[in-house]
């Protein structure tokens, strides 16, 4: 029995916070974005396991969905952000004074942007695209 939209992405997600490598991760949820196109969560949870898989013009293309979807959603923002460094594209002040503006509006926001900043940096340690992201929204 296949399960549901929502049962995998969840799955996806405790599996992901055990520590499970994006590599093996990523095809579920690609599953989960075929099967629920407009699910923002599901395009940003892809588009940072892409990050993390060091393959950043898919990155690029499943944060650019997200915050299509969601434009208030700070950490698609932050995802797009990076994946716009690390493939060298334009246009990226918007993104990082749009989720600028969303953690100014909400601290459990920014706390959660944080988090997921350092889960980044546990996973891939010297990673530079982020740590600018990280100094641009934070160390101003």
């Excluded at 698609?76 to 749009?98: P, Y």
Aim: charged share 25%.
């Amino acid at each position: 029995m296949t399960q549901t939209v929502e049962s995998l992405f969840d799955t996806g997600l405790e599996r992901y916070k055990t520590g499970e490598s994006p590599e093996t991760l990523i095809p579920v949820f690609k599953e989960v974005c075929d099967r629920a196109p407009k699910s923002s969560a599901a395009w940003t949870c892809l588009a940072w396991l892409y990050l993390l898989d060091n393959k950043p013009n898919s990155a690029f293309k499943a944060a650019q969905k997200a915050v299509k979807l969601n434009p208030q959603d700070p950490q698609a923002r932050v995802n797009l952000a990076v994946a716009m460094l690390e493939t060298n594209q334009k246009g990226l002040r918007q993104h990082i004074d749009a989720a600028n503006q969303l953690l100014t509006l909400s601290p459990e926001w920014q706390q959660e942007i944080k988090d997921s900043i350092e889960d980044g940096f546990k996973r891939k340690p010297d990673w530079q695209s982020l740590a600018k992201v990280k100094n641009w929204l934070f160390e101003n």
